[in-house]
């Protein structure tokens, strides 16, 4: 039997061990189920372009299970639409943007995996699902950039999205030499020298299906345009970026992105 003075020990050894994990390690990571359903909670009354993920006006309502290529659009959308469709959990802000900063900075899997199951919820809750079936892919990172945060953050997300929806993940594309984007505009992003890439192999099993291309954040768009031209060179029949956050753009940024849309014709 443990004496008192023991058992107190061990209380505050414990203590301890815990604040160095969230001070000098950060590995401590809050209740996975908790913490993503607050945050999602927050984000989930919000309505966006089905095919580019920008907030639109709160008036119109987000539809229940429509086809991929309807919903609805921002102005920019209605014109040359982004992509086929689009699915987001909400803004690049508080809460959810500090959970998801945190939760692939700090390696927080089981975090990262229930962020990736409401990601599927939402698919399933706002796409009929495509005769073939779902395939999913990850945004690729880099293996630098996976091995310095302890997580495949992107394929954490893709594997619990595909495990909700029943549907294959499918490690198809990499990337080569990639720069740290944080930063960059828009332009410089899409004109950054990079390498995504898709394999022979791969490519067999996304053409003719609807392809979810999973990734964390949109900021730009830049990564989720090459991902999908990749995919989409593959032979997939349509293709929809699947994120948890969306940067919606201020003044600013839309007039970069303006100009990014008249440069690129
Ligand atoms: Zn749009």
């Not at 940024?253 to 440069?263: D, H, L, N, T, Y």
Request: net charge positive; charged share 20%; hydrophobic share 40%.
């Amino acid at each position: 039997m443990p004496t008192q003075g023991f058992q107190d020990h061990l209380r505050v050894m414990t203590r301890g061990v815990r604040m160095l994990e969230r001070g000098l390690l950060g590995r401590a990571q809050p209740c996975p189920l908790a913490s993503v359903r607050s945050a999602v909670s927050v984000a989930s009354d919000q309505t966006w372009c089905m095919r580019c993920g920008a907030a639109i006006d709160s008036l119109t309502t987000m539809p229940q299970r429509v086809s991929v290529g309807s919903g609805p659009r921002c102005a920019t959308c209605r014109v040359t639409p982004r992509f086929d469709g689009f699915v987001r959990l909400g803004s690049y802000r508080p809460p959810l943007d500090a959970l998801v900063r945190h939760a692939k900075e700090r390696s927080w899997h089981a975090v990262v995996w229930e962020l990736g199951w409401h990601l599927g919820n939402e698919v399933e809750r706002r796409f009929l699902a495509p005769k073939m079936g779902w395939r999913i892919v990850a945004s690729p990172t880099s293996m630098w950039r996976r091995l310095a945060r302890g997580i495949d953050h992107t394929n954490v997300l893709a594997s619990a999205v595909a495990s909700r929806l029943h549907s294959p993940n499918i490690k198809a594309l990499r990337v080569g030499r990639r720069t740290r984007q944080a930063g960059l505009d828009r332009h410089e992003r899409l004109h950054r020298a990079r390498s995504m890439h898709c394999s022979q192999r791969a490519a067999i099993q996304l053409s003719g299906h609807g392809v979810l291309v999973v990734d964390d954040i949109r900021t730009t768009g830049a990564t989720l345009i090459e991902a999908c031209s990749v995919v989409r060179e593959a032979g997939a029949e349509f293709i929809v970026p699947a994120v948890i956050c969306v940067a919606d753009m201020t003044p600013v940024s839309m007039k970069r992105s303006e100009v990014f849309a008249s440069e690129c014709g």
